[in-house]
């Protein structure tokens, strides 16, 4: 029963997350701005999903450190291919 209640909360915080994020896009705000608080966002629900739907949380935190710098590197490559589009 524990398990459901936190994979509940955690399912609530990413679906306001996801819905804070399509606000930020429609509420007019400066491209710098909307893209640092949504990537700020994409990285937080990342590290959920990553830690509870994925079971890092129980893993070794070698493993653990290894995804981590992966999700580094895929958010870097994020952030270079959106200064290549403007």
Not at 1 to 9: D, F, G, I, S, W
Not at 18 to 35: I, K
Not at 59 to 69: A, D, F, K, M, N
């Amino acid at each position: 029963m524990t398990r459901l209640k936190l994979y509940t909360a955690i399912y609530v915080v990413l679906f306001v997350s996801a819905t804070v994020q399509v606000l930020v896009e429609g509420a007019g705000l400066n491209y710098g701005t909307a893209l640092t608080v949504i990537l700020a966002l994409s990285f937080v629900k990342a590290v959920i999903v990553a830690g509870y739907y994925q079971h890092l949380r129980w893993e070794p935190r070698s493993i653990t450190y290894l995804v981590g710098i992966g999700l580094l590197a895929a958010l870097a490559l994020t952030v270079a291919s959106t200064y290549s589009v403007t």
